[in-house]
Structures are given as structure tokens and as C-alpha cells.
């Protein structure tokens, strides 16, 4: 009889089942679920703040793309918010200029036409590294606000797109002044999206982007063409990021050139240092903690609150390189982390 793959030599331990592994690495954990089920809290804990809670769950899922490709391929970008203001303008101008204003349709639109513009610059992004990337996604930020900032008479300029209308989502659930409308539709969307990232990084799809960002040159060996999967991974990152964008413009009916500017692609990198890259909800306690602290220290003080930004930051970098989450999970006994 043969020996099954899986055995191994005499006086030697047998090699993990990868599919086990990846069983074990889908299945939901008892603290995911409760994490879950805490973010429904604000409509009963937090109501006059759903506004600030629904741009949370919108830069979450920016911050969870982005995560995409830094934390699990090694693609350094500064310049992501590209995708962001690709989708919110292209919802916003489906709606300003062509009256179309249906919320989900509007949503996957946007986040096709961030995913075209992904593919069209993925072919240059896959082709360098280091400080030449983070040079052509900073140019490519820079173009895009250009680009905008001179067909105002299709994305209104430095005056921003207005006249944006969202129509209710289903043609029943109007978007009302308080936000439970806007919170509601931002955090399933948010879910969707999450679940569809979770699925994405434990399949052995994602295994290959981890084993990519280690050591691109070794994983075309194992049958992993390096540039063809990091190629799919950013147009798959950039329809996330376009589909935040055009939360943003449906739950607010405005677009403006800060969607593409690079102070929101430095934004999404410090949420996502502070709460941990390579972990998905590192990606959404970093926006969750940014936002938060950018409400209460700007209330104190509106121009030096980057101040305090700045030391917590250094902080985390000095003290919890693998983030605030990294550093909650050491907290938490080995034995409850399966749960």
C-alpha cells in the first residue's frame, strides 16, 4: 500500500492537513461574534452619534481594503484613496448628472469603475517595490486630483459635486437626518465586504499572498505567479475601496476633491498601523480609534489634534509593532483565542 501524503517518516510528527487548517482558520470565533453584535449598540447607546458611527463603518471598509494588499501582499500604496474617489464620484455623478440615484445599483457601479482603474495601473504597480512604489501610488493620488479638479463641469471642482440624491434603499428606507438609515446600510455593506475579505485571506488564494509578500522571487516555484495574483488582489482592493466611496457620497449626497487627496490615503495607513496590518480587524478597531479620537481632541482643540495623533501613534510603533490588536490578543489566554 501506499503512504498518503500526509504521513511521515519513522520518529517524526505528521504533517499538518493544510484544508484542516484552513477549516480551522474560516471557522468564527465567540469574540468575532460578539464584536459583531457590539456594533448594533449604537441604535440604542449612541443615537445622536450614527452619523459619526456610519463614517466609521465606511472608512472601516477603506482601511480593510487597503489591508488587503499592505497587510497580506506587501503592496506599500499612498496613494489608494484613487479607488475611494473613483467610486464616490462615480456614484455621485451617476445621480448629479444622469438623475440615477438608486443606492445598490449606484454602489456597484462605483465599485466597478475603482476596479477598472485598478486593473489599468496594477500592470505598474506589480513591476516595482519600495520606495518606487510608494512614489508612483503618491503620483498616481496626485494626477487623480488634477484630473477632477479640471473637468469641473462634470465633478464640480473645488466647489465639490453637489445636487447628489439618494433614492431610499429598496425604495422604502429613506435616508433620515439622525443617520439610522445611513448606519444601518454603511454596517451591512461593511459586513458583506468583511466577510467576503475573510473568506479571501484564508483561502489558499490568500496563503499565496502572504507567501508572496515573504519572498516574491520563491513562490512562482510552488506554482504562485507572483505578479498575476498581486494584479488580482489590488483590482479586488481597489472595488472595496470604490465601494466605501460611494457609501460616502450616497449617506452624505456631497463629493469633494478630499476623496482623492492624499491626506485620506495617509489617514487609512496611520488607522491601519494603530490597529494591526495583516488582520482584518485590526484594519476596523484603527478607523474605529482614529475617528473616535479625531472627534473628541478636534472638540478640544481643532488644530493641534494631529498632535495627540502623532504620540499615540509613536506609541504603538515603539511599544506594539504588530498593533492595538496585536497587543489585545496577548492579553487574552491562549486557550479562549479559539473560542
Same mark, same amino acid.
Given at each position: ?29 465567540? *469574540?468575532?461574534?460578539? *464584536? ?6 449604537? =441604535?440604542?447607546? *449612541?443615537?445622536?452619534?450614527?452619523? #459619526? ?5 465606511? $472608512?472601516?471598509?477603506? +482601511? &480593510? ?39 445598490? $445599483? ?17 500592470? @505598474?504597480?506589480?513591476? &516595482? ?54 448606519? %444601518?446600510?454603511? !454596517?451591512?455593506? !461593511?459586513?458583506?465586504?468583511? @466577510? ?57 449626497? =456631497? %463629493?469633494?476633491?478630499?476623496? /482623492? ?12 498601523? !494603530?490597529?494591526?496590518?495583516?488582520? /482584518?480587524?485590526? +484594519? ?12 473628541? /481632541? ?8 494631529? *498632535? ?6 509613536? %506609541? ?14 496577548? /492579553? @487574552? ?5 479559539? #473560542?
Amino acid at each position: 500500500m501506499s503512504a498518503s501524503r500526509h504521513d511521515a517518516p519513522a520518529g517524526t510528527s505528521p504533517l499538518p492537513d493544510p484544508h484542516l487548517f484552513l477549516r480551522r482558520q474560516t471557522r468564527w470565533g465567540m *469574540f468575532e461574534i460578539l *464584536f459583531w453584535l457590539a456594533a448594533l449598540l449604537p =441604535f440604542w447607546l *449612541f443615537p445622536t452619534y450614527l452619523s #459619526l458611527a456610519s463614517q466609521i463603518a465606511i $472608512t472601516a471598509l477603506f +482601511a &480593510v481594503s487597503l489591508d488587503l494588499i499592505l497587510g497580506y501582499a506587501g503592496i506599500i500604496s499612498l496613494g489608494h484613496a484613487v479607488f475611494f474617489g473613483v467610486g464616490a464620484y462615480t456614484t455621485g455623478i451617476l445621480s448629479a448628472r444622469y438623475g440615477w440615484g438608486e443606492p445598490i $445599483t449606484g454602489l456597484l457601479i462605483g465599485g466597478a469603475a475603482a476596479a477598472v482603474v485598478g486593473y489599468v495601473t496594477s500592470f @505598474v504597480i506589480v513591476r &516595482v517595490q519600495h520606495l518606487a512604489l510608494l512614489m508612483i501610488t503618491l503620483g498616481l493620488g496626485f494626477i487623480a486630483v488634477e484630473i477632477a479638479n479640471s473637468a469641473a463641469w462634470l465633478t464640480g471642482g473645488a466647489d465639490g459635486l453637489q445636487d447628489v440624491d439618494t433614492w431610499p434603499i429598496f425604495g422604502y428606507f429613506k435616508f433620515d437626518f439622525y443617520g439610522y438609515t445611513a448606519y %444601518a446600510y454603511s !454596517l451591512a455593506v !461593511l459586513f458583506i465586504m468583511f @466577510v467576503i475579505s475573510r473568506r479571501l485571506v484564508h483561502s489558499p488564494f490568500g496563503l499565496s499572498l502572504r507567501g508572496i509578500r515573504e519572498n516574491a522571487v520563491r513562490m512562482p516555484a510552488v506554482g504562485a505567479p507572483s505578479r498575476r495574483r498581486l494584479r488580482k488582489i489590488y483590482v479586488i482592493s481597489a472595488a472595496m475601496a470604490g465601494v466605501a466611496g460611494a457609501l460616502l457620497t450616497q449617506t452624505t449626497d =456631497f %463629493a469633494s476633491l478630499e476623496v /482623492l487627496g492624499f491626506q485620506r490615503s495617509a489617514d487609512v495607513a496611520i488607522m491601519l498601523i !494603530l490597529g494591526g496590518t495583516g488582520q /482584518l480587524y485590526g +484594519a476596523i478597531l484603527g478607523a474605529l480609534i482614529f475617528l473616535i479620537a479625531r472627534d473628541q /481632541l478636534s472638540g478640544m482643540n481643532p488644530q493641534y489634534w494631529y *498632535f495627540w495623533i502623532g504620540l499615540l501613534l509613536m %506609541a504603538v510603533v515603539l511599544f506594539l509593532p504588530s498593533g492595538i490588536l496585536g497587543g489585545l490578543r496577548r /492579553l @487574552v489566554p491562549a486557550r479562549w483565542r479559539s #473560542l
